[in-house]
Every structure is written in C-alpha cells, then in structure tokens.
C-alpha cells in the first residue's frame, strides 16, 4: 500500500513569509508525528498527534511553529515569518498506534529552504 | 530524559559482521528499543525493534543485556549497500523519541 506522503518536497521562500507543509499519513495509521532534521542531526522530535488532537507539542520550538490534523489524518505544519535557522527538512512519521512499541513509518521528507 | 548514545561512525569491510551498541542510561521501564536506518535524502526506515535479550529478523539481530542500559545492533555480513547512518531509538517522555547523531557506517570494498 502506499506510504507517508509529504508535500512540496522543496519549499523555498523569502524570510518572513509563511509556508505550509502537508503530512498525507498512512491510512489507518491514528499517529502522526513532526520531526526536524538539520544537517549532519538526527530528527528532532516538534509534535506528536493521537487521532485528531495534538498529545504533546513540546518539541515545538516557539510559537511561530504550529500543527494541525483536522479530521485525524492528513496533518499540516504551518509556520509563520519564517527565519534562515527554520530550514531544515521536516519529516513526517505515522504508526498504528502511539508509544515505542509501534514502528514509525516515515515520509521522504520536505526540504525548507529560508532565503 | 532517556537519551541515546552512539559512536559518530565505524567503518567495516564487506562481508564482515558490524555490531553497533547505543547507550540509554535512563531507559524507562515501559520503553521499547528501536533501530532505524536512513540513507541520504530518504526518511528513516524500521530495521528492528526490542524489549530485552535477543530479537533475530530477516536483516538484523539486536541484543539487550538484562539491565536495558545498552543495546548492540547486529548486521551479518554487511554489503556497499548497508552504508547509511543508524539510529537507536528510546522514548524519551510521554511519545516524544529521541534521536540523536547516529551512527555513520561506511561499508568498504
């Protein structure tokens, strides 16, 4: 079956601007988690979904960041006056269910590029 | 905080069996063990995932001591296409996991 789906897979945009990544999870997957990764890191954990509701958006790096999942599937990650520290590539991962015992099923990504 | 520790990068020589241990000191009682792998430009992909002593799949074997501070991934015989960084991976609180650096492997011929 199809895998997690991330949309653009290249952004690029002028400081300051606001952008919006889309998360396209699993069918039938109930988490959905948000992950930064820079150059040379691991992902870094932003935000994880149970079904529709954000459980824990610790990871969030300031309140420019925000996360939504409607209707407990596809998710999107806004994020506002975009900063050059803010490119990365964002990942996306979602599993049958939350906690370390289920897998993670990852998208390929969507590279940020703040000029 | 459950966090990880891994060697920044090995080296291994095709054919050879590779062995890489992850450190989590602070492991919590309920957290399972998790090994991912990730090639440039790609997400990271399950390689194998544990609770304590041994689990053997088609790819991989991971070893966990009785005290779950540690854990050893294990790959037979390692090909050119094994070069990837690696990742171990614990809960950290509630669902956030935690990462780290990886491990670099570069499988030469």
């Known amino acids: 079956g199809a895998g997690v789906s991330q949309t653009p897979s290249n952004k690029v945009t002028e400081k300051g601007k606001y952008v919006e990544l889309r998360c396209d999870p699993i069918?039938?997957?109930?988490?959905l988690y948000w992950y930064r990764q820079s150059l040379g890191q691991g992902p870094e954990f932003l935000i994880y979904?149970?079904?529709?509701?954000?459980?824990?958006d610790s990871g969030l790096p300031n309140d420019r960041f925000f996360a939504v999942r409607p209707e407990g599937s596809v998710s999107t990650l806004k994020i506002q006056r975009t900063e050059r520290g803010d490119s990365a590539v964002y990942l996306c991962?979602?599993?049958?269910?939350?906690?370390?015992?289920?897998?993670?099923?990852f998208g390929p990504g969507t590279r940020l590029t703040v000029t | 905080l459950a966090k990880t520790t891994q060697p920044i990068s090995m080296d291994s020589y095709e054919g050879q069996e590779v062995n890489i241990t992850c450190s989590h000191n602070?492991?919590?009682?309920?957290?399972?063990i998790t090994w991912y792998q990730q090639f440039p430009s790609q997400g990271p992909r399950f390689i194998i995932q544990?609770?304590?002593t041994k689990v053997t799949n088609e790819v991989a074997s991971l070893f966990i001591p009785a005290d779950r501070k540690s854990s050893t991934l294990s790959l037979p015989r390692v090909s050119l296409s094994d070069t990837a960084v690696y990742y171990c991976?614990?809960?950290?609180?509630?669902?956030?996991?935690?990462f780290g650096t990886g491990t670099s492997l570069t499988v030469i011929p």
């Open positions: 991962a979602s599993s049958l269910g939350a906690g370390s015992d289920y897998e993670q099923y």
């Open positions: 069918s039938g997957h109930t988490a």
């Open positions: 979904f149970q079904g529709t509701g954000a459980a824990d």
């Open positions: 602070n492991i919590a009682t309920n957290d399972y």
């Open positions: 544990g609770y304590k």
């Open positions: 991976l614990v809960g950290l609180t509630g669902n956030q996991f935690y």
